[in-house]
């Protein structure tokens, strides 16, 4: 970088680029046209002699010194910021803010009261809901990208968190599938039964499937979805059966026909998490939110009732 400050808009620019490794996603990320963010690598390459980012096929990949920069311009940015006071600070009265959450269905679902909350509070707050990272062993894009990621721990995402709300596993089934008959299935019949199971990408394995393995339960998926809330309606009036996280039957099973028995194995605990990268920690706006989301999680307001 020239001049007597540093350029940090063009390290903006250069976290981006890394992180997306993608000329016109970066550039729509942080409010760039093409032709600027095209001129902005253009200059870092010549500040760092250094292709940064090199084409193959149709995608771009990091070079191996790119690969050494990311991480430490994703921890420096935040400090400059901080000690140029560069931050805006966040006025809840006034402040626009797009806050992203990549999370299932049922997660939404569950925090609508959250979302209702954070717009009362502040007019100019929306949200942006995607489904979960296919690869959350990989997730440190996709926590860079997006402000949140709502997921059970154990699946491979290692960053700030803290707990948003408890549930457990049950089967679901349609009331009149005999094999729920007195309220309840046995292990024999739950293992013969056709099954319904979500989906969410590679390397998502749930605490009730993690379980199931440990057992050696080796259940007959016959049916696979992507998303949760589309289970009650497949599974209605049908002799699948599936293992879903039991207010997903509360809020759905009555005008589905759908019931909740207990699983025919040791109960299994959902435990939604909330979390976000480092580089996120002292964004007033993320702040904001995160200390809103945590007053509500211990008024017990979070998930919907």
């Known amino acids: 970088m020239t001049g007597t400050e540093p350029d940090l808009n063009l390290l903006v620019a250069l976290r981006a680029l890394l992180e997306e490794a993608n ?22 390459r010549a500040v760092f002699q250094d292709e940064l980012l090199v084409r193959i096929g149709r995608d771009y990949e990091l070079t191996p010194l790119a690969r ?19 931050e805006t600070p966040f ?54 990208g997006h402000d949140f990621i709502v997921a059970v721990p154990g699946i491979g995402i290692e960053a700030e968190s803290f ?65 949760l809330l589309s289970i009650p309606l497949i599974v209605s009036g049908t002799a699948l059966v599936g293992v879903v996280p039991s207010r997903l039957v509360d809020r759905l099973g009555g005008p589905t026909t759908t019931v909740a028995v207990p699983t025919p194995f040791p109960r299994v605990e959902v435990i939604e998490r909330l979390w ?18 945590a007053e509500a999680v211990r008024a017990e307001a979070v998930s919907a009732r």
């Not at 050494?68 to 560069?86: C, D, R, W, Y």
């Not at 549930?167 to 299935?185: C, E, K, T, W």
């Open 23 to 44: 000329v016109t996603r970066a550039g729509q990320r942080i409010g760039m046209g093409q032709s600027t963010m095209s001129s902005a690598l253009a200059r870092l």
């Open 68 to 86: 050494e920069v990311l991480p430490q311009v994703q921890l420096t940015i935040p400090l400059i910021e901080q000690a140029l006071n560069k």
């Open 91 to 144: 006025d809840p009265a006034f402040a626009r803010r797009r806050f992203s959450f990549q999370l299932s269905d049922f997660a939404a679902i569950e925090l609508r009261p959250l979302f209702s909350i954070a717009t009362s509070a502040a007019g100019g707050v929306s949200f942006d809901l995607q489904r979960l990272p296919i690869a959350p062993t990989d997730a440190d894009r996709d926590l860079l």
């Open 163 to 227: 707990e948003l709300f408890r549930d457990h596993y049950v089967v679901i089934a349609d009331r009149s599938n005999p094999v729920v008959g007195d309220g309840a299935i046995s292990l024999e019949d739950f293992l013969a039964s056709p099954q319904i199971r979500c989906d969410f990408g590679r390397s998502h394995v749930t605490p009730a499937e993690r379980r199931m393995r440990e057992l050696d339960l080796r259940t007959n998926v016959r049916v696979t979805t992507s998303t």
């Open 276 to 293: 976000w990268h480092p580089t996120h920690q002292h964004n007033p706006a993320h702040t904001w939110l995160r200390e809103l989301i």
